[in-house]
């Protein structure tokens, strides 16, 4: 009975002791009650895609293999870089920035392939020297040889966001730009029987864009000039035509820079053995026709411009004569028997 007895104090004193210790925390006000704030993870997340194009399909895990983002704070100041390359870019990738603290910034993003291992495939960008350099700093030069551009490049594309990180779960989206062109000329003789030879003509794109800027407009007027990287006679099997048909073709493919419409670059194909000039076009002006084809009314010339980045031209010649009425541009046929090749708007 004694040790009960004692068990039943000992209990009781222990009761006491702890009501008195929560005394503060059953108030009607709870004015003293010290209350531990809800754990929120912070997390600030670039997401990337690309259906800036003519399907306006997301081609962005097509079209990158290596990411590089330039942060800089709300006043254009640099402030640090981050890439990633490996297999798994993909549609829907993403790039963690939790290291930031809260604050506006601009992201400016440049995606690109690297299947092209050659140095001039690519551009360069600069190297940025955090609290010295700014926005404007940021520049993508192509690569060149003299001046002259002859090589395949790796695709790239540009995008930039600006975005307020709050300290929560921040996901912002960077709609990307390509900034490369392929285009494939294609000569075909008019008549069966006429020979053409690859090495009786010489292609050549007169262009000024081989330097952007950090949203991939012009940086600085940088002349430059674009020559094939392919060019080849390509001729038919036996099989694949009948005696008196045309069974052969000439085949130039060209890289450009972005193509701005508004700097008119030239399309001048010419004689190796004479020197003579061609056909000397508005190359841009050119290739916007083909947009009218598509019906695509809604789009300006430039976001036409840039949203195909590939273009493939077939012309048909008779001798050193090019038959203007004879023309495709990407399976559109062109009439243009009586339009201005320097640029008219005459469109038949």
């Keep these: 009975m004694k040790k009960s007895r004692k068990t039943g104090i000992y209990w009781g004193l222990l009761s006491t002791l ?10 009607e006000d709870r004015d003293d009650c010290v209350t531990e704030p809800p754990v929120t993870e912070s997390s600030v997340t670039l997401q990337f895609r690309y259906t800036y ?23 254009g100041n640099y402030l640090s870089t981050q890439q990633e390359e ?22 400016v993003a440049w995606a690109q392939e690297t299947d092209n291992q050659d140095n001039l495939s690519n551009f360069t960008f600069p190297e940025l020297t955090a609290g010295t350099s700014t926005l404007t700093d940021l520049h993508a030069r192509l690569n060149r040889e003299e001046n002259i551009c002859h ?3 790796n695709g790239l594309l540009c995008g930039t966001v600006e975005g307020e990180v709050t300290g929560g779960e921040d996901v912002f989206t960077v709609d990307m730009m390509k900034c490369t062109n392929k285009l494939r000329i294609i000569l075909m003789p008019y008549r069966a029987g006429q020979q053409l030879q690859a090495e009786d003509y010489h292609f050549v794109i007169d262009g000024h864009n081989g330097w952007l800027d950090y949203k991939g407009d012009t940086y600085e007027e940088d002349p430059l ?7 080849e ?10 005696e008196g048909e045309i069974n052969h073709a000439v085949v130039a493919e060209l890289n450009t820079s972005r193509m701005m419409y508004d700097q008119n670059p030239r399309l001048r194909i010419l004689n190796n053995d004479t020197g003579e000039t061609l056909l000397d076009l508005n190359l841009t002006w050119f290739l916007s026709l083909q947009a009218i084809g ?4 809604e789009w300006s010339d430039q976001e036409y411009l840039d949203r195909q ?10 001798g050193d004569t090019f038959l203007m009425s004879r023309i495709i541009v990407n399976d559109w046929v062109l009439s243009l028997e009586n339009v201005d090749l320097e640029g008219g708007k005459d469109v038949l």
């Excluded at 399907?55 to 590089?68: L, S």
């Excluded at 006679?233 to 009948?242: C, F, G, M």
């Excluded at 980045?309 to 008779?318: G, I, Y």
């Design 18 to 27: 702890a009501a008195l210790s929560l005394t503060s925390c059953i108030k």
């Design 225 to 231: 000039a674009y020559e094939p990287y392919l060019q």
């Design 53 to 75: 194009n003519v399907t306006e399909g997301d081609a962005f895990g097509r079209e990158a293999d290596r990411v590089q983002v330039w942060v800089f704070d709300e006043n």
């Design 233 to 242: 006679l390509s001729t038919a099997s036996d099989s694949e035509t009948t």
């Design 86 to 107: 490996n297999e798994n870019i993909n549609n829907g990738f993403t790039m963690d920035m939790s290291d930031l603290a809260p604050g506006t910034y601009t992201f």
């Design 151 to 153: 090589t395949e490049l």
């Design 309 to 318: 980045d590939e273009f493939a031209m077939t012309f048909f010649v008779d």
């Design 294 to 297: 598509e019906h695509r009314s």
